[in-house]
T-cell receptor, first 114, second 115 residues
Framework: DSGVTQTPKHLITATGQRVTLRCSPR?????VYWYQQSLDQGLQFLIQ???????AKGNILERFSAQQFPDLHSELNLSSLELGDSALYFC?????????????FGQGTRLTVV | DQQVKQNSPSLSVQEGRISILNCDYT??????FLWYKKYPAEGPTFLIS?????DKNEDGRFTVFLNKSAKHLSLHIVPSQPGDSAVYFC??????????????FGTGTRLQVTL
């Protein structure tokens, strides 16, 4: 158990809809990252939040947005969903203040858009 | 622009033999490198890492080698066991203004250890 919790585990929705994925980081971790993995591809970085503020942005579509709340949990909002958005979405968290630190991943949310 | 590359999508090795997984990177700002292991329907789990100030790091059956001049790292698993069968991701990060930085991942290598 990595200590990172993602809900829901599975989500099936129709094109054009909007969904929210939730992530609770490890206790004490201030940084939260969202990654997308499509069809056995690599993990594509979407966005990073640190202590409630956006820290880095990757290949995140404009239809997608995220936020990190005061209790440090994070949500990834995906709107106007398309078939190609079907993927595994992973959240990860890491400790701050250390130069070399690994990120710990949740089990992911499998999103299927039909 | 794929800054971290794993050119072998799959690798098959006999149990007891050595598995060597390779990774190349292009960004010279990367100074910390990690290997993650992923089983189906699970999140990636951290395996081993190496800082750019070292050229080798060992943890049990797992050793990571870093060749900075070639911008190349490799993961050696000796001896390979059937439970090692998984997808292995190489990742890299760059220290950025004192905060933890995002990891840039390769596309993964699927390792199958056969009996």
């Amino acid at each position: 158990d990595s200590g990172v919790t993602q809900t829901p585990k599975h989500l099936i929705t129709a094109t054009g809809q909007r969904v929210t994925l939730r992530c609770s980081p490890r206790s004490g971790d201030l940084s939260v990252y969202w990654y997308q993995q499509s069809l056995d591809q690599g993990l594509q970085f979407l966005i990073q939040y640190y202590n409630g503020e956006e820290r880095a942005k990757g290949n995140i579509l404009e239809r997608f947005s995220a936020q990190q709340f005061p209790d440090l949990h994070s949500e990834l909002n995906l709107s106007s969903l398309e078939l190609g958005d079907s993927a595994l979405y992973f959240c990860a968290s890491s400790e701050e203040g250390r130069r070399n630190t690994e990120a710990f991943f949740g089990q992911g949310t499998r999103l299927t858009v039909v | 622009d794929q800054q971290v590359k794993q050119n072998s999508p799959s690798l098959s090795v006999q149990e007891g033999r050595i598995s060597i997984l390779n990774c190349d990177y292009t960004n010279s700002m990367f100074d910390y490198f990690l290997w993650y292991k992923k089983y189906p329907a699970e999140g990636p789990t951290f395996l081993i890492s190496i800082s750019s100030i070292k050229d080798k790091n060992e943890d049990g059956r797992f050793t990571v080698f870093l060749n900075k001049s070639a911008k190349h790292l490799s993961l050696h698993i000796v001896p390979s066991q059937p439970g090692d069968s998984a997808v292995y991701f190489c990742a890299a990060s760059a220290w950025n203004t004192g905060t933890a930085s995002k990891l840039t991942f390769g596309t993964g290598t699927r390792l199958q250890v056969t009996l």
